[in-house]
């Protein structure tokens, strides 16, 4: 069992459906660090943290002291974007943003599900958003009940993953994700080329569609999410059965909100090595050559 501390609305609620959804492991409230302590089927600790005002000093330094077997970590919303101006410092333990499942929730909570390779990192470029831009499948914030789909899609080069991407480098960084784990790529500078052109009707010969919000940086910062929303709402329309990702640079929980409900239906956080996208890819689809896992 997995103790949860602290509060389950938004993005945090998000997380702990993800955990119980993706596993048979069960998830419990506990107050106190006392009542997790005193279950010996307690595996985990996850402490979520509102806002910074309620950064939790003691529970921090009592579990730094007594609880040196279980694995414990802390959840927090986008206040932690700013980390290096919250007074906190370096906290000296795990601390991990809502967004930033599969390249920390993830293997913290199911390491024998990861990709092997603890180099991955380095074989590509950091997939950053220039600096002037600001659900498992089936895991979308307007699915009833909010179900993790245990369905796993059919990838193969046949059905290549489409990469929306205005910046070639972040768009080269993705392909080389896709080729790790087996499949073949097209790259198109934004969702609205691909929806204007001939082939469009590809998406019946499409495994996944990837939109970097990189594809809006001609756009004003604050109408970017807008166009982003637009167009998933319009792939979605025309190509329900098509799985849509959205990689965006520190992505806030009321955008997420807005992209998912639209029909996204994961999100990778930027900046980034390209382990995120490989993990989703191996953990959700059927590929012709799966990541080998430890």
């Given at each position: 069992m997995i103790a949860w501390n602290g509060p389950n609305d938004g993005c945090y609620g998000w997380i702990r459906r993800r955990?119980?959804?993706?596993?048979?492991?069960?998830?419990?409230h506990a107050h106190d660090l006392d009542a997790i302590l005193s279950t010996p089927q307690c595996t985990r600790i996850i402490v979520a943290v509102r806002n910074r005002l309620d950064y939790p000093w003691q529970l921090v330094r009592r579990l730094e002291q007594q609880s040196q077997v279980l694995p414990w970590a802390l959840l927090v919303d986008n206040w932690w974007d700013g980390a290096r101006r919250t007074g906190i410092g370096n906290p000296g333990h795990?601390?991990?943003?809502?967004?930033?499942?599969?390249?920390?929730?993830?293997?913290?909570?199911y390491p024998e599900r990861c990709i092997a390779s603890h180099n991955t990192a380095q074989l590509f470029s950091p997939v950053h958003a220039p600096i002037d831009t600001q659900r498992a499948i089936g895991f979308n914030q307007s699915t009833t009940q909010q179900q993790v789909s245990s369905k796993r899609f059919s990838m193969t080069s046949e059905?290549?993953?489409?990469?929306?991407?205005?910046?070639?480098?972040?768009?080269?960084s993705w392909r080389e994700c896709a080729k790790l784990v087996g499949l073949q790529t097209r790259v198109f500078r934004s969702p609205e080329a691909w929806l204007e052109m001939s082939m469009k009707s590809d998406a019946a010969h499409t495994g996944c569609l990837l939109i970097d919000d990189s594809a809006y940086l001609d756009a004003p910062v604050q109408q970017q999410v807008n166009r982003m929303n637009e167009d998933i709402q319009a792939i979605v329309a025309q190509y329900p059965n098509c799985p849509l990702?959205?990689?965006?640079?520190?992505?806030?929980?009321?955008?997420?909100?807005?992209?998912?409900?639209?029909?996204?239906?994961?999100?990778?956080?930027?900046?980034?090595?390209?382990?995120p996208l490989c993990q989703f890819l191996n953990s959700t689809f059927q590929t012709d050559a799966a990541v080998e896992v430890e």
């Open positions: 955990v119980e959804q993706a596993t048979t492991i069960a998830t419990f795990i601390i991990w943003p809502w967004y930033r499942w599969w390249e920390g929730w993830f293997p913290w909570l059905k290549p993953l489409l990469i929306f991407a205005g910046c070639s480098t972040t768009a080269e990702v959205i990689a965006a640079n520190m992505p806030r929980w009321s955008d997420w909100n807005l992209w998912s409900s639209s029909g996204a239906c994961e999100i990778i956080a930027k900046p980034a090595y390209g382990v």
